[in-house]
């Protein structure tokens, strides 16, 4: 089996350092710029935490229709808010059979619809990372932590037993195949975890002193907003007959929370999570893909539902508000039927 990793980010680095650990033929494409351009200039790549080795920094790849030939199982692993652009990418090559196999690492909501609309296939979608992860920039990868267990699933039957049979064996103890397509992207908790804390500390982002984002930057009044999130999600989800973790139990079975009484206990007792920098600008993930692919589509979900969803709304209303934007209109995913969620 060939692989290909799409997207060399914090996600996509900690997938392609252990498929290089496990000696698997990997290849990796990043979108050319300035990220790129410094990875390109660092010799070797040093792993520590759950391991530690270091790999040459060979397997960086330019011709993109060439290497998706060449893989069998492809993780992507750029935000959601590049799906889009990708597919469309991937789609113009026209690959026909010669297609391999694509897992979105993660999908986010309606991750698969969205790429596949785009891409004119099908693909799946797993619901979070695998790895609490960190690149420094300068070629050192830290593993904080392992997921315990990530669900992944696809709108297509036959999609999701192809990427099953093509995983590679020691990933089969962290990514578990889902048969509930709605599960699995209903149960992406980055648009709870990730956009009240960065939206209500907006003042601090700029800061000159560095900030741990959980450790330093999630209150208890940070955590009961969060709180109220979680559970309009859960809310959305018994509408659709679907029973999902909250936030507190799913840090407990991925990383052993101490305490899941509530979200800030959670959160100040999942060892994995103190060690996580806080972002230094407003123009990150966690509001472009989190609260763009996240929040914005569950809240069109639950206006087709007819569910009033005061704290995701006035969420997504203060950051358009605050950085003089339309998040919902940047969403260009589809707007699933209850049926495709089956």
């Not at 003089?324 to 707007?335: A, K, L, P, S």
Request: aromatic share 10%; hydrophobic share 40%.
């Amino acid at each position: 089996m060939k692989y290909l990793v799409i997207g060399l980010g914090n996600t996509g680095l900690s997938i392609l350092s252990m498929l290089k650990h496990e000696g698997l033929d990997t290849e990796g494409y990043n979108r050319p710029g300035s990220s790129l351009e410094n990875l390109k200039s660092i010799n070797e790549c040093k792993v520590d935490g759950l391991v530690d080795f270091t790999f040459k920094l060979d397997f960086i790849v330019e011709n993109l229709k060439k290497a998706l030939i060449r893989a069998d199982l492809v993780f992507i692993c750029v935000p959601a808010n590049e799906h889009k652009s990708l597919a469309i990418l991937i789609s113009e090559n026209k690959l026909g059979d010669a297609m391999p196999s694509i897992i979105l690492v993660p999908g986010r909501v309606f991750g698969s619809l969205n790429f596949g609309k785009y891409l004119g296939c099908n693909v799946t979608e797993a619901q979070t990372v695998p790895y609490a992860t960190r690149h420094n920039g300068k070629g050192l990868i830290s593993l904080f932590a392992k997921k315990s267990r990530v669900i992944y699933s696809s709108p297509d039957p036959a999609v999701l037993e192809d990427v099953e049979k093509k995983m590679p064996s020691f990933f089969k103890d962290i990514f578990y195949r889902e048969e509930s397509y709605k599960k699995v992207t209903m149960g992406n908790v980055g648009l709870v975890l990730h956009c009240t804390p960065l939206i209500f500390n907006a003042g601090l982002i700029h800061y000159p002193q560095d900030f741990l984002f959980y450790k330093d930057l999630v209150s208890k009044e940070i955590a009961f907003y969060m709180q109220q999130i979680d559970d309009e999600r859960i809310l959305i989800c018994k509408n659709l007959d679907l029973s999902i973790e909250s936030v507190p139990d799913w840090l407990n079975e991925q990383y052993g929370a101490k305490d899941t009484s509530n979200i800030y206990e959670a959160l100040h007792s999942t060892d994995a999570y103190l060690k996580i920098s806080s972002p230094k600008s407003l123009n990150h993930r966690y509001l472009n893909e989190d609260l763009v692919y996240g929040l914005v589509p569950i809240e069109n979900l639950a206006i087709n539902l007819g569910l009033s969803v005061p704290y995701i709304t006035n969420l997504i209303n203060t950051a358009c508000m605050l950085l003089n934007c339309n998040f919902r209109n940047e969403y260009e995913g589809i707007n699933p039927t209850l049926k495709e969620l089956v």
